[in-house]
């Protein structure tokens, strides 16, 4: 039986660390096994669980928080792409283009996800696993990190005279996107996203590595990756959503009060990250996930050891 407690607990940390590059799901079921909640170590591998619908309606709140925070560039984009259609006019319309280009790196990671997301978390969504893959998703933010900065500062900066580094919602992220960004690159950070169904990778942190390669800056890496993880999100929770609502059966306070939870720690994350990525980099949840997944594999092995 979930606990309000519980419920709570992984409902912060949920909305902090699914837009943190330092992977939800890997936190989700370490923070699990930390605790020894053994009602709930272990469901993660199983087709239903009451953890799979915690975890699900977690998901839907993130998503609705995000379309919250970059409320006003949804417009631009849905706008833009009603005239793509309306048209079939993509190339200088820089909001119908970024509509374009997240449907396009949506499409691979949702595809695979729902063909393989069970079988890839039956085989690796355990504490194990996880604790390896946290630490391999530091590496990755250190080592991915140093490449791309050395060309970020040599670029000029993007950022035009008289325009609010503020601006949030305008022109211009769509337009620095549209930029950098071909389809076929846009396909590949989808397929990128992949890694993101294995717990303790993060979407965050290996599409915001994908968009600086691309040539974008961290800001504008992170809001393409912020996008991006929108949809998927959504998606994946109003799939199983039908299905989680049918199986409550006197869990629904306390999945309310963990989704509740989530979905206003997303909307603080994202506010936050988004102005702290216009200067600083992914180092330092590089090192974050290497020593959590450090400390972690200690625990275990004093735990074996007793």
Known sequence: MLSYFQAI???????????????????AVLIA???????????????????????????VATA???????????????????????????THDSDAKLAWLLIAATIPAGLIGLVFEHKLRAAFGTAFFAIVLIIVNGIILLKGDKLVTKAELSRPRRRRQGVDVDELATNRTSRVVSDHLTFER???????????????????GITMLAGLRSGLDHQDAARFSFLLATPIILLAGLYKLPSVLGHLHGTGGPILAGSLLAGVGAYLSVRFLDKYFRSKSLKPFGWYCIGFGVFMLLVSVIRGAS
């Not at 837009?19 to 936190?27: A, K, M, T």
């Not at 792409?81 to 006019?89: E, G, H, I, P, Q």
Request: aromatic content about 10%; glycine content about 8%.
């Open 33 to 59: 096994n930390l605790f020894h909640w053994t009602n709930l170590s272990g469901q993660e591998t199983a087709n239903s669980s009451t953890f799979l619908n915690l975890l699900v309606m977690m998901h």
């Open 186 to 204: 846009a396909i590949l950070i989808g397929v990128v996203q992949i890694g993101a169904l294995f717990a303790g990778i993060s979407r965050s």
């Open 9 to 27: 607990v992984l409902g912060i940390v949920q909305g902090v660390t699914e837009l943190f590059p330092v992977s939800s799901l890997g936190h």
């Open 64 to 90: 609705i928080a995000l379309i919250i925070f970059y409320r006003e560039q949804w417009v631009r984009i849905v706008k833009g792409f009603l005239r793509s259609v309306k048209t079939k006019y993509v």
